[in-house]
């Protein structure tokens, strides 16, 4: 009994890790970049937290928004709130791979949002964004549903 649930265990864990690893969305603990209203980037310019009653399914992640508001303009127009490479860190996608990312590590380029891995690898995003964005674009087809 044991040796079976260990190995259920085991293709529980497995089948989590291959799905969060080729979803197109970035997503932690079932939410979609962290829980973190992607329109609040824009219209408060800093990271808020989005509330349970305030979600939204979209590109098979679940989004969290601070007001129904913000929730209205998401479902309006999702594309022009959501970040880019579905939130994984863009210096990552223009390295050709996906990474995980911080609410906090986050930058807005011509109208658009971006995150990254953390404070570190943002200061090197932020010194050659357009050439990066340019390659992480090109990257992003290959990679999008790969881990």
């Given at each position: 009994m044991k040796k079976l649930v260990t190995v259920v265990s085991i293709l529980?864990?497995?089948t989590m890790k291959m799905q969060a690893q080729q979803s197109e969305v970035f997503i932690s603990e079932g939410k979609a970049i962290r829980g973190y209203d992607p329109v609040a980037y824009f219209k408060e310019g800093k990271p808020v937290k989005g509330q349970d009653s305030l979600t939204y399914s979209w590109k098979g992640g679940n989004w969290y928004f601070s007001s129904r508001q913000n929730?209205?303009?998401?479902k309006k127009n999702p594309v022009?709130?959501?970040?880019?490479y579905g939130g994984y860190c863009a210096y990552g996608c223009s390295e050709g791979h996906k990474a995980p990312t911080q609410p906090d590590a986050w930058s807005i380029v011509n109208g658009k949002l971006y995150f990254n891995y953390n404070q570190k690898v943002k200061a090197i995003w932020i010194k050659d964004t357009d050439s990066r964005i340019i390659t992480a674009d090109k990257n992003w087809e290959a990679i999008r549903n790969k881990e």
């Open positions: 529980i864990c497995f929730l209205d303009s998401f022009q709130y959501a970040p880019q």
